[in-house]
Structure formats: structure tokens, C-alpha cells
């Protein structure tokens, strides 16, 4: 009977956090979804102990139950020991989740967002396989319950937003300290052998669920100038060397990488970083990507006629660039 309410509100607890996250506009969503996904996953892994850990309680002396972290090691323990290294990410996961649970009120004012996303996501499959496998019920299958990937658009990948080679994204150190351990813990991982991940991107069908590798996050994340990561929101331009390929872009292709006029980058700039000046600083620092299609393109009005007038237009990496140049004073790129 113990087991069997310990699966059943763990359920619950997981159905919660699914209908909340997926709610289209409520504050508080990541607090609220990470501490109703830790009690499923507390739960449901107390249910373990009592059904194939016989020599181990999930009571203590007082008459409390074990906590999440003892629970969480006796079963990753286990099925460790059962199949080698096959629980490691999942635990790994876990923990992460339960140190922004935590670290929640060191948060605020910061658009971790993506970061949570990508834990959460991970972490509500891997709850739907634990549960099949070790109680017989498929959530999915009984529910049709899944994750959506709100405020985000589609393709959405593990590293856009995972990025050694653009501006910072955190302000406080306590976030900067967060989103690093996400990726120390995707290489610790990767040293090791061990390719279950422990974030999940998405591929550009809600249906289909993209297996994000660390291997593959690592090489999109890391260069060789630039092995220590840090993390912003980033497009990733990868541009042919056969030219034609952009000219002959629709403008609605186009328009999707260059998405910005001068007007618009200096109305951004305004907007979001203090004290902008439309002075020789910005127009040296604009100037500074203009031989980088990453950041710029200057496309003329008639591709035919080098005489042409043109125009040129930036990306959300180029954005981000003004913003670190114009913050740190730095001009180079």
C-alpha cells in the first residue's frame, strides 16, 4: 500500500508540473514546475526502495521518510550496478534541477528560462521511462501528456543557447555559476562515455524528439580558441563559401538570419543597453563586424549589377556583439 501511494501521488505530482509548465501565460512557472517535478521524482524513487531495495528503508529513526538525495543515491547505486553507468545522466539531471529549486531566490531578474527548459524537458521523459520500467505504467500512453517548449522558437536546440563564442547572458554570478555547471556536467559526462544527456532540444516537429548527444552539444558549444564556455542566446550563421547560396535567398529566407535594419539595431540598442550613445563608439563597433557574415551581410538591391545600392542587415549574434563591445568598451572582435 505504501508503494502503491507513493507511485500513485507521485503521478500526480508530475501530471501537475506537465499542466502547469504548458499553461500559455502564468507567472512563476519554472518555481512552481521544478518543485512539483522534484516531489514526483522524490516519490517515485522512495517507490523503488520500498519495491527492489529490501535491505534498504525508506524510513528513518524519527519516522520521516529519507530525503530526495538519499533516495536518489540508493537507486542510482543500483541500477548502476545492474547495468554500468546506464543512471548516471538521469541522476545527474535530477540534481541539477534540485540546485535551481534551491537556488531559486538567487534568480530572480534572470532569463534562465532555456536553461530550466532544457533540464525539465529531459527530465519529464526520463520520468515517463522510469516509471514504465519499474511500475508498469505508461503515463504517455494512458495520458497523452507531454512537454511543450512555451516562448521558444522552433528548431530549438541544446546549443543556441549553449555558447562559448558570443556575448554573456547572466548578469548575477549565482546564474553564471549555474549555467556553467550545466555544461561542466555535459563534459564530465563525455569523459566518461556516458552520451545520455542530461538537457533536451527539440527538432523542428513538437512530435518528434531530437537526441541531443553531449558529443554533439560540446562540438556545437565549444572552439578551439575558446574551450571554457559561457552561455548567451545565440543564431548560429553558417554560410556557405559558394556566395550565390545567399543571393539567391528568398527575402523571407534572408530575412530569417539578417533580420535587422541599421534603424532597428540602433532602436534594440537603445532599449537594452543603458546609456547607448549613438556615437563613434557604436559606429566603430558596427563597423568592426562588417567583414563577418555572422553579424552582417550588405545585400544589394541588384545582385547583378556591382553598382548596385544596398543595404546591410544583422543578426541576433550581431546584437549581442554590440551590446558585449559597447558594455566592456572592448572593439575587437
Known amino acids: 500500500m505504501v508503494q502503491n501511494n507513493l507511485v500513485k501521488n507521485s503521478i500526480a505530482a508530475?501530471?501537475?508540473?506537465?499542466?502547469?509548465?504548458?499553461?500559455?501565460?502564468?507567472?512563476?512557472?519554472?518555481?512552481?514546475?521544478?518543485?512539483?517535478?522534484?516531489?514526483?521524482?522524490?516519490?517515485?524513487?522512495?517507490?523503488?526502495?520500498?519495491?527492489?531495495?529490501?535491505?534498504?528503508?525508506?524510513?528513518?529513526?524519527?519516522?520521516?521518510?529519507?530525503?530526495?538525495?538519499?533516495?536518489?543515491?540508493?537507486?542510482?547505486?543500483?541500477r548502476n550496478s545492474v547495468k554500468k553507468n546506464s543512471f548516471i545522466a538521469i541522476a545527474k539531471n535530477i540534481e541539477e534541477i534540485e540546485r535551481y529549486r534551491n537556488s531559486i531566490t538567487h534568480f530572480y531578474c534572470e532569463e534562465l528560462e532555456p536553461y530550466v527548459f532544457m533540464l525539465v524537458a529531459r527530465s519529464a521523459l526520463n520520468y515517463v521511462e522510469f516509471i514504465k520500467a519499474y511500475f508498469g505504467k505508461d503515463i504517455m500512453e494512458d495520458e497523452g501528456l507531454f512537454i511543450m517548449p512555451l516562448g521558444f522558437k522552433l528548431p530549438f536546440r541544446p546549443e543556441d543557447f549553449l555558447s562559448g563564442s558570443v556575448a554573456k547572458y547572466a548578469s548575477s554570478e549565482e546564474a553564471k555559476a549555474f549555467i556553467k555547471e550545466i555544461v561542466t556536467v555535459i563534459q564530465d559526462l563525455h569523459s566518461d562515455g556516458i552520451e545520455d544527456s542530461i538537457v533536451l532540444g527539440f527538432d523542428l516537429y513538437l512530435e518528434h524528439v531530437k537526441k541531443a548527444t553531449n558529443s554533439s552539444i560540446l562540438a556545437a558549444i565549444t572552439s578551439p580558441s575558446d574551450a571554457d564556455a559561457t552561455f548567451a542566446k545565440v543564431t548560429k550563421v553558417k554560410v556557405s563559401s559558394d556566395a550565390s547560396q545567399i543571393v539567391n535567398m528568398t527575402d523571407s529566407?534572408?530575412?530569417?538570419?539578417?533580420?535587422?535594419?541599421?534603424?532597428?539595431?540602433?532602436?534594440?540598442?537603445?532599449?537594452?543597453?543603458?546609456?547607448?550613445?549613438?556615437?563613434?563608439?557604436?559606429?566603430?563597433?558596427?563597423?568592426?563586424?562588417?567583414?563577418?557574415?555572422?553579424?552582417?551581410?550588405?545585400?544589394?538591391?541588384?545582385?547583378?549589377?556591382?553598382?548596385?545600392?544596398?543595404?546591410?542587415?544583422?543578426?541576433?549574434?550581431?546584437?549581442?556583439?554590440?551590446?558585449?563591445?559597447?558594455?566592456?568598451?572592448?572593439?575587437?572582435?
Open 14 to 78: 508530475y501530471f501537475a508540473a506537465i499542466e502547469i509548465h504548458n499553461k500559455p501565460n502564468i507567472s512563476y512557472r519554472y518555481e512552481t514546475v521544478t518543485l512539483l517535478m522534484m516531489n514526483a521524482w522524490e516519490l517515485a524513487l522512495k517507490a523503488y526502495v520500498k519495491k527492489y531495495l529490501k535491505k534498504k528503508s525508506i524510513f528513518t529513526k524519527d519516522g520521516h521518510t529519507i530525503s530526495l538525495d538519499k533516495a536518489l543515491g540508493y537507486v542510482n547505486e543500483h
Open 253 to 333: 529566407e534572408f530575412r530569417t538570419i539578417w533580420k535587422y535594419s541599421y534603424n532597428e539595431v540602433v532602436a534594440w540598442c537603445k532599449e537594452n543597453i543603458p546609456g547607448f550613445k549613438l556615437d563613434k563608439r557604436f559606429h566603430d563597433a558596427r563597423k568592426a563586424m562588417f567583414a563577418d557574415t555572422a553579424y552582417v551581410y550588405d545585400r544589394k538591391l541588384d545582385s547583378k549589377n556591382s553598382k548596385s545600392a544596398s543595404q546591410k542587415f544583422y543578426t541576433d549574434a550581431a546584437l549581442l556583439k554590440l551590446k558585449e563591445l559597447l558594455s566592456e568598451g572592448e572593439l575587437g572582435i
